[in-house]
């Protein structure tokens, strides 16, 4: 019985379904009809039906095309802003590394970067002379000489200055500085002859009569020996080059005046009848105030004995490869120059010292020296005194007669003017040091200054030259007065 209601009920369910698919025949039949009559009606009537876009038809389509579009102008939009970020984050990383420009939009000095010491001086319209000296023992000198202003032809006839470099550099970096703030062109204009020198074993002067520059005995040598021959036979040169009959006037760099210092001690009658004054930059002699973070470091590690061992003779070479590090830091990090210069010479360099001077000094710079010149420097520091070579007690007694290096004695200078000029934030030669210079020479000096806003290199390659003014007129009206013809010469 449940099996027949069960049944009966499916074919009720199935005759419903049925009845409902006739209806829905039925009525698509109709709608299809009427709508064919309308059409019919409109095409007699002429009012054609209005066709419907695809659009129309499709309006999610629409709404996804435009979506699409939203999100392909976003994602350019987001690339956009990407990469501007990434730009202006590449910039800030290049900037630490970026040469620091002057306030001036046009560098004065860029052409000097490239050229030769003779083509920086004609370039300016100055005549450059080269020269060459041979010393007692052996070296050949090579000089550059300005033979007065622009308008002279003859600088035999006016008062010779001679000027002496630091250690590592040359004779190139007295006219880095451009025409107005290198000594080399202001006393050129003010009608000096100018020598510029160059220490044994620098670029300019590897040769000897015995020896060849890769041998251990050429570089057997510091300051000392350069203020016992190089300098008196630079000076006998010049005067018999020079007709005017007056004695030379000298500036010394850093190692400049120690080759003095050392030479004055060593033959001081030699040099007071031959040197009317003696202009001392950066005076370097006992060291015991050096406040430079690098050179105390070596000094205590002893790294000069370390670089003995590989028997490696000169220091700081001008070779390609320390000229190409020397290039990509002023071109590519002039930060690090700075730094550098903070650690070694001079403190705050980026403030005081003018960066293009700077870009032309060290593309001539190093020039190279031996090692034996920066162990006797390493010995001073260790000493606190300035002495002489320390070659150990053996060689010490057989030379000194004494088991230690003796001082340089500078209580001989008598009645010899000397200018102390010092910068205050200067590293290497320290203003105590200056002061205690000073001290030892008594009445000799004649002009004694600190400069507050120079550092060691600051002389070379500084923004303030003012610090010039006053050694200027003090020779140009008390040492030259009689000479009425010393005058500045018209540019």
Sequence with gaps: MLSYMIEEEKVGKEEKVEEKEVKKKETMSSSSSSSSITSNKDEKEGNIPKVKTETENKPMLTVLDNYLKYEAETNQNKKQGNDELKYKFSNKIKNLFKKPKEEEPENPLVKDENRTLEEIITSKNYKCEKHLVKTEDGYTLVLFRIPGGKN??????????????????????????????????????????????????????????????????????????????????????????????????????????????????????????????????????????????????????????????????????????????????????????????????????????????????????????????????????????????DYQKEANCALYRQKEPPEYDLSVVKDFPIMLIGGEKDRLASPNDVVWLKEVLKENVIYYKIMPKMGHISFMCGKDFTWFDDPLNIILNEFYQCNKELKKDDV
């Design 152 to 389: 002279c032809e003859d600088g035999s006839k006016l008062p010779p200055v001679l000027l002496q470099h630091g250690i590592f550099d040359s004779s190139d970096g007295w006219v880095s500085n451009g025409e107005d703030h290198s000594i080399a062109f202001v006393l050129a204009k003010h009608n000096f002859d100018v020598w510029l020198g160059n220490s044994r074993g620098n670029k300019y002067c590897k040769t000897h009569d015995k020896f060849d520059e890769k041998s251990y005995e050429f570089w057997q040598f510091s300051f000392h020996e350069m203020g016992l021959y190089d300098i008196p036979a630079v000076i006998k040169y010049i005067r018999e080059i020079n007709k005017s009959g007056e004695k030379v006037i000298y500036f010394g760099h850093s190692q400049g005046t120690s080759l003095m210092f050392s030479g004055l001690a060593q033959k001081f009658d030699f040099y007071k009848e031959n040197l009317k004054l003696f202009v001392a930059l950066a005076p370097v002699a006992r060291l015991s105030n050096l406040s430079s973070h690098i050179l105390n470091f070596l000094s205590n590690i002893s790294i000069h004995k370390m670089i003995k061992k590989t028997k490696v003779y000169e220091m700081c070479p001008n070779t390609k490869g320390t000229q190409k590090l020397m290039n990509f830091m002023e071109n590519h990090a002039a930060g690090l120059t700075n730094f550098f210069l903070g650690l070694i010479s001079d403190s705050k360099s980026k403030e005081y010292n003018d960066q293009n001077s700077l870009a032309v000094y060290f593309k001539h710079y190093p020039c190279g020296s031996s090692l034996k010149g920066l162990i006797h420097f390493v010995q001073i520091i260790k000493a606190k005194k300035f002495v002489y070579y």
